[in-house]
C-alpha cells in the first residue's frame, strides 16, 4: 500500500482546519441566533469550505463516526455518479461497494480502531479504475473518532505503469534466469537485491529467502567473509577498481562450499553514483576437484614412470628424445645428455633400419615390439621394446618407448644354444663341479681355469670359489663373477642344474671387451684433457695476440698519430690541414678499436690487477654500460689466489655467462658474487631474467662457437672445479662454479705471466 503524496496530506490538513472552523462558527451562531455578524462570517467559512472541496480532483467526503458521509466535494460527486443532496447521509461502503457494512479493509473501520492514518487499494469495478482511499480520523475533546476525511484518488495510470514495470521485470528476470551463471546484484547496505535461478539452485535456496538478506552474514564462510567484505567495500567506496576474475568460496543452504569464479562490475544512478554491484559467477568446484585430481594422477604418473622397472622413453615425431626417467642412469646415460638427441644414434648400425621401419609405423599410429641392440656408455646391450604411440585428441603427438634389458637372457640363450653341442666342441671354459666342490668335469679350454684355481679334474675346489657354488645350489640363482687367469680376464657363472646335486660352469673370455672398455675410459680421459689444455692454448694465443696489438700496432699507431697532427698544426699547406685532419680522426678511431679488440681478445685487467678486478670490470663496461643491464658487483675481500689456468678458465667461464645472460636471459639485473669458502673460491652468476629448465640444456656448444654448459662444466671438473646450475622457467638462474684454491699463494692481484 502507498500513502497520499504530500499534496493530499496537505489538503487533509486544511479541511480539517476548516470543518474544526466551520464547527466553531456554527455553535456561536447557535448561541448568537439573529446576529447578522456571526451568520456572515459562517457563509463565508461555508464557501471557503466549499472552494477548498472543489479545487482539486481527487474526490474527497467527510463522514461522521457512524460512516455516513456528511459534505463532499464535485469530484466525489462524479465518482459515485450522484448529486452532492444524494450522498449527504449515504454511507461510503454502501456509495463505493454496494454492501450494507464496512468491507473487510475498510480504511476507516481501522483508523476508528488505531486513531491514526488508514489508506487502501482498491479496485472499482464498476468504474474500471484501481482507487487509493485515504483516511484521517477527526477527534472529539474525548480522543474519540467523531469524523472522518475520505480522500479517494485515481490511481489507474499509475497501476498500469506498474504492471508494466512488473511484466518487464518479469521479462528480464526470465532472460537472467536462463543464464549459465549465477548473477546476483547486492546494494551498498549489502543486501542482495536481485539473484537469478541458477544462482538459487547453486546456493540451494529459494528467490525469497535470498533478496534483502546480507550477502555476506548469510552466504559467505567465516573463512573469507572479512576479506571480500573489505573488497566489496571498497569496491563501493571507488578506493578500488573491481577485480576482473575473482576465486572465493559461497555456503550452500546444505553448508556445503562451492568454489566460485566471479566477474564483478560497479552499478550507477543517472547521477554516477554507486548503488551496488553485479557480479556473475561460475560455479568451478567440480573443474577444480578435476584439475587436482589431474594433478594427483600426472604425479602417479611420474611415480610410475621414474620407478618402472624398465627404461622409458619418449620421442617426438622426429625421433628426437624428449623424456626418459631414471633406469637410464644405470647404463651411464645422464638426462640432459640424450635430450635432444636422436634415438637412432644409440641403436646398433645392423638394427637399424629396422628401427626406423617401426618409428614409421608408430606415427602412423599403429604399436610396435621386438627386440634389438643398443650402444651405451657402459656397453653394448641386448633389449626387448614395446612402443606406443602417444595420442591426444586422436593424433599422434610422440611416441613413448619401454625398453626391457634381456641382455643376460640373450647371453644365457647364447651358452645353451653353443651347449647344446659336445662341450669338448665349444670353444669356451665349460665345467661340472658336485655338490662336495669337486670338479667333475672339464673341457679342453677350462684347463687355463683350472690351472689358475690350483686344481684339476677330480679335486676340489679353493674355499672361496666352493662357498660361491653352494650359495648357486641352496638359492637355485646363478652366480656370477670376473676371473683373471694371468693376461686374461674371464666372465664366469655358475649355473645350478634343477633336480641335481652339481653345478655347471661356463666360462667366457672377456679380455678384449675389458680393454676395450678401459681404452675407451681412457680416450674419454684423454679428451677432456685436451678439451681443457685446448682452452688454456687457446686463451694464451689470445694473451699473445693482445700483446702484439697492444706493445707493436697500437704503439705504431699512437705514434703515427702525433706526428700527423704534429704536421698539420705546422701550417705549412692550408690545402693538406683537413685532408690530414680526417686521417688523425681515423687512425685515432682505430686506436679507439685495436684497444677495444685487445680487450676482447684478453683482458690485461685479469693479468695486471687479478681475478676479481677483472670481473667487476667486465661486468661494468660490457654489460651494464653496453646492454644498459643493471649490473651487481659483490667481493668479500679475502684473499683468493688462483693457478693461472683456473683464473683464466674461471675468467672466460664467467664471461660467457654473462653474454649468455644479454642474448637469452631478458634479465633487467645480474649479479656477481666472489667468496673464498675454505679453501676453494666460488663465483655465482644470478639474473632475475626468464629461467629455463636445466634438464633441457644441450650438451653441445652454442651455436655462435660459445662453449655450453655442459662443456663449461666438464673442462671445470677437468681441474677439479665444479658447477652447480639452480633455475626453473619464470624463476631467473643462478649458476655457481667452485674452483680450488693455490696452495701457499697469499693474493691474486696480478700474477706471472701465462705461457
Known amino acids: 500500500m502507498r500513502d497520499l503524496d504530500a499534496g493530499g496530506k496537505e489538503i487533509t490538513g486544511e479541511i480539517k482546519a ?111 479504475i484501481w482507487v487509493i482511499a485515504s483516511v484521517d480520523p477527526i477527534l472529539d475533546d474525548h480522543g474519540e473518532v467523531s469524523s472522518a476525511v475520505h480522500i479517494i484518488r485515481d490511481i489507474t495510470d499509475r497501476k498500469r505503469a506498474e504492471e508494466l514495470l512488473r511484466k518487464e521485470r518479469d521479462r528480464a ?35 525469497e529467502e ?79 576437484k578435476a584439475e587436482q585430481a589431474l594433478r594427483e594422477s600426472e604425479e602417479k604418473y611420474r611415480d610410475l614412470f621414474e620407478n618402472a622397472a624398465e627404461a622409458i622413453i619418449t620421442l617426438d615425431l622426429n625421433g628426437h628424445i624428449t623424456g626418459a626417467n631414471k633406469l637410464i642412469e644405470k647404463y651411464g646415460f645422464k638426462k640432459e645428455e640424450l635430450l635432444g638427441r636422436k634415438y637412432i644414434d644409440f641403436v646398433v648400425e645392423t638394427f637399424r633400419p629396422k628401427s626406423a621401419e617401426d618409428f614409421e609405423t608408430l606415427v602412423r599410429g599403429s604399436p610396435v615390439q621386438g627386440e634389438m641392440e643398443a650402444a651405451t656408455p657402459t656397453g653394448r646391450i641386448a633389449v626387448e621394446y614395446r612402443d606406443n604411440p602417444i595420442m591426444r585428441e586422436g593424433k599422434v603427438v610422440g611416441v613413448q618407448m619401454i625398453l626391457t634389458d634381456v641382455t643376460a637372457r640373450k647371453h644365457a640363450e647364447r651358452e645353451i644354444a653353443m651347449l647344446a653341442k659336445f662341450p669338448e666342441e665349444n670353444p669356451n671354459p665349460i665345467l661340472r663341479v658336485s655338490v662336495e666342490g669337486i670338479v667333475i668335469y672339464s673341457n679342453q679350454p677350462a684347463i687355463v681355469l683350472l690351472e689358475a684355481w690350483g686344481c684339476r679334474v677330480g679335486q676340489s675346489l679353493p674355499g672361496h670359489l666352493y662357498r660361491l657354488v653352494l650359495g648357486a645350489l641352496n638359492s637355485g640363482q646363478t652366480q656370477e663373477f670376473e676371473n683373471n687367469c694371468g693376461s686374461r680376464t674371464f666372465s664366469i657363472r655358475l649355473v645350478p642344474i634343477g633336480g641335481s646335486n652339481y653345478v655347471n660352469v661356463y666360462g667366457l ?67 693538406l690541414d683537413k685532408a690530414l685532419e680526417d686521417v688523425c680522426n681515423t687512425i685515432g678511431q682505430t686506436i679507439h678499436d685495436t684497444r677495444t679488440l685487445t680487450f676482447d681478445l684478453s683482458s690485461p685487467v685479469l693479468y695486471e690487477l687479478g681475478f676479481e678486478t677483472a670481473v667487476s670490470h667486465w661486468l661494468t663496461e660490457h654489460i651494464q654500460k653496453k646492454h644498459g643491464i643493471t649490473v651487481e658487483f659483490e667481493d668479500d675481500g679475502r684473499p683468493k689466489p688462483l693457478d693461472d689456468d683456473i683464473r683464466v678458465l674461471l675468467f672466460r667461464d664467467v664471461r660467457e655467462l654473462l653474454i649468455n645472460v644479454v642474448k637469452h636471459a631478458r634479465a633487467a639485473k645480474v649479479k656477481v658474487s666472489v667468496r673464498r669458502v675454505d679453501d676453494r673460491i666460488s663465483v655465482r652468476v644470478e639474473d632475475n631474467g626468464v629461467g629455463f629448465d636445466p634438464k633441457n640444456v644441450a650438451s653441445v656448444s652454442t651455436k655462435n662457437g660459445g662453449f655450453g654448459l655442459f662443456s663449461i662444466r666438464h673442462r671445470l671438473e677437468e681441474l677439479g672445479c665444479h658447477l652447480q646450475i639452480d633455475s626453473a622457467p619464470g624463476r631467473g638462474c643462478i649458476v655457481t662454479m667452485t674452483a680450488p684454491i693455490k696452495q701457499g699463494g697469499i693474493g691474486d692481484a696480478g700474477s706471472s705471466k701465462l705461457t
Request: with cysteine; glycine share 6%; hydrophobic share 35%.
Open 18 to 128: 476548516l470543518h474544526s472552523r466551520v464547527t466553531k462558527l456554527e455553535q456561536a451562531s447557535r448561541s448568537l441566533a439573529g446576529h447578522k455578524d456571526a451568520d456572515e462570517e459562517l457563509d463565508e467559512a461555508w464557501r471557503e469550505w466549499e472552494a477548498t472541496f472543489d479545487a482539486t480532483k481527487d474526490s474527497i467526503i467527510l463522514t461522521d463516526g457512524d460512516f455516513k458521509i456528511i459534505q463532499a466535494n464535485l469530484a466525489a460527486s462524479q465518482l459515485f455518479g450522484r448529486s452532492l443532496d444524494e450522498i449527504i447521509g449515504k454511507t461510503c461502503y454502501q456509495l463505493l461497494h454496494g454492501t450494507d457494512r464496512p468491507p473487510k479493509e475498510c480504511p476507516l473501520a481501522k483508523a476508528k480502531k488505531t486513531k491514526k492514518h488508514e489508506d487502501v487499494e482498491f479496485y472499482l469495478p464498476q468504474k474500471g
Open 173 to 207: 528476470q526470465k532472460y537472467l534466469d536462463v543464464a549459465a551463471v549465477m548473477l546476483v546484484a547486492i546494494d551498498t547496505e549489502q543486501r542482495v537485491g536481485l539473484i537469478n535461478k541458477k544462482g538459487c539452485e547453486i546456493l540451494g535456496y529459494s528467490e
Open 210 to 288: 535470498i533478496t534483502a538478506k546480507n550477502w555476506f552474514d548469510n552466504f559467505l564462510p567465516k573463512t573469507v567473509r572479512k576479506e571480500v567484505r573489505t573488497i566489496f567495500e571498497k569496491m563501493v567506496k571507488g578506493e578500488i577498481d573491481p577485480p576482473g576474475y575473482y576465486e572465493n568460496p559461497i555456503l550452500t543452504k546444505s553448508g556445503e562450499e562451492r568454489l566460485i569464479a566471479w566477474y564483478n562490475t560497479v552499478l550507477r544512478d543517472d547521477k554516477g553514483r554507486v548503488i551496488g554491484t553485479l557480479s556473475s559467477g561460475e560455479d568451478i568446484t567440480e573443474r577444480k
Open 509 to 575: 673370455d672377456i679380455t678384449q671387451e675389458k680393454l676395450a672398455k678401459q681404452r675407451l675410459i681412457q680416450d674419454r680421459a684423454q679428451l677432456k684433457s685436451l678439451t681443457s689444455q685446448l682452452t688454456l692454448t687457446e686463451e694464451r694465443e689470445r694473451r699473445r695476440l693482445a700483446a702484439e696489438l697492444h706493445d707493436r700496432i697500437g704503439q705504431s699507431l699512437v705514434i703515427s698519430k702525433i706526428k700527423l697532427e704534429a704536421l698539420r698544426k705546422s701550417g705549412r699547406s692550408r690545402k
